[in-house]
Every structure is written in C-alpha cells, then in structure tokens.
Antibody, heavy 118, light 107 residues
Framework: EVQLVESGGGLVQPGGSLRLSCAAS????????MHWVRQAPGKGLVWVSR????????NYADSVRGRFTISRDNAKNTLFLQMNSLRVEDTAVYYC???????????WGQGTLVTVSS | DIQMTQSPSSLSASVGDRVTITCRAS??????LNWYQQKPGKAPKLLIY???SLQSGVPSRFSGSGSGTDFTLTISSLQPEDFATYYC?????????FGQGTKLEIK
C-alpha cells in the first residue's frame, strides 16, 4: 500500500525556518518525481514545488523561490521541504504528493499544518 | 504562469442529477489537465488525469473531456458521497496551477 506521511509542521514566527519531511512507503520512491502542494485555511490548492526522481532537477512557485528548497533522500525514502524566511502568508497545510502519468498527483499525504505567526 | 478558471464556483444539486464543471486555461495545455476531489479535512484525491483517463478505483460516473484550453468534468448521476470541492489542475508547465475550486453542495 502506498503511503505518504508528512511531519515537521508547527508554529513559527515570521522570518523563521521549518523543515518538513514526507516519509514514503509501498512503492519504489526513487522512481518517482515528487511534489509539495499547500492549502491556506479555507482556501484552494496551490502548487509549491517539484523534484525529479534522482533529485537533479527542481522547480518552484514564484512565491517561494529563493526561500524554500525541495530535496530528497532516496536511500531513506524521504522527501523534504526546507522553508526559510517564513511569512504569515505561508500559513497552510502542506501536502506531499506523488507524480503520476501526465503529471497528475495520484497519492497524497495527510498534510502537516504550518502556522506562521508572532 | 498559466491561469486556470473554473466555473461555477459553487453549485447546488440533488442526488441523481447530472453535473458539469468547466475549467478554462489561459493558454493551450495539450492534454495535461487533471481533476481532483477534496472533502473537508482530507487530502485531495485524483479523479481524472490527461483530460479523460479515469484514475484507478474512481467510479465510472465521473468523466472528463475537452482539449486545448477548455475542459469539463461530468458526474453522470450524483451520489451522496460526491458532495465535495472539485479542482482542475494543469500539469503542462510549472507552476502546475490549480483552478479556484467548485464546491458541490446538496440542494
């Protein structure tokens, strides 16, 4: 069974940092591109970042480029999102998701809440 | 960035109704169009990818169509479990933008 489990969320002050993790199981993690998607409270889905299967290529939304870094450890089946210089508007549930055919996202984690507030 | 515009933003319907949600892209996205269902407090669920391919395990009452910039999601006969929010997403070029969502409510 495919499982994605996020962790690392919490309350942080503006300007602070957090590192999210997404533990993958039930599939060959190293064969799949992976994504982060976020959802602010009561709002819609926003794509954040993508990393190719071997970690050599990454892409970011303009709103997080230069502040967030996506990475992965294929030996430990884990995806990461390092978030620096956090802003109030980064407050959201952050989901990791697996890339499927035609770049649809076929499996999602349960999400981890990041709250940026003073 | 490619803008995705869904309509309507909300919709009231009854069990057994046929429902159509539309999604328009600001430029051609070939067939890189996906649909998701999200229920409150839950992660999104992939329903349809590549415009019309049904994700494994998704009931056949869900279907998708369209090409280029205009796409539709159709639910042929609404079931109680279908009341949720639906999002389209283009996966043609990053950033993989989502539509703003369509909230489907019980009439």
């Amino acid at each position: 069974e495919v499982q994605l489990v996020e962790s690392g969320g919490g309350l942080v002050q503006p300007g602070g940092s957090l590192r999210l993790s997404c533990a993958a199981s039930g599939f060959t993690f190293s064969s799949y591109w992976m994504h982060w998607v976020r959802q602010a409270p009561g709002k819609g889905l926003v794509w954040v970042s993508r990393i190719e299967s071997d970690g050599t290529s990454t892409n970011y939304a303009d709103s997080v480029r230069g502040r967030f870094t996506i990475s992965r450890d294929n030996a430990k089946n884990t995806l990461f999102l390092q978030m620096n210089s956090l802003r109030v508007e980064d407050t959201a549930v952050y989901y990791c998701a697996r890339n499927h055919n035609w770049n649809g996202l076929d499996y999602w984690g349960q999400g981890t809440l990041v709250t940026v507030s003073s | 960035d490619i803008q995705m515009t869904q309509s309507p933003s909300s919709l009231s319907a009854s069990v057994g109704d046929r429902v159509t949600i539309t999604c328009r892209a600001s430029q051609s996205i070939s067939i890189y169009l996906n649909w998701y269902q999200q229920k409150p407090g839950k992660a999104p669920k992939l329903l349809i990818y590549a415009v019309s391919s049904l994700q494994s395990g998704v009931p056949s009452r869900f279907s998708g169509s369209g090409s280029g910039t205009d796409f539709t999601l159709t639910i042929s006969s609404l079931q109680p479990e279908d009341f949720a929010t639906y999002y389209c997403q283009q996966s043609y070029i990053t950033p993989y933008t989502f539509g703003q969502g369509t909230k489907l409510e019980i009439k």
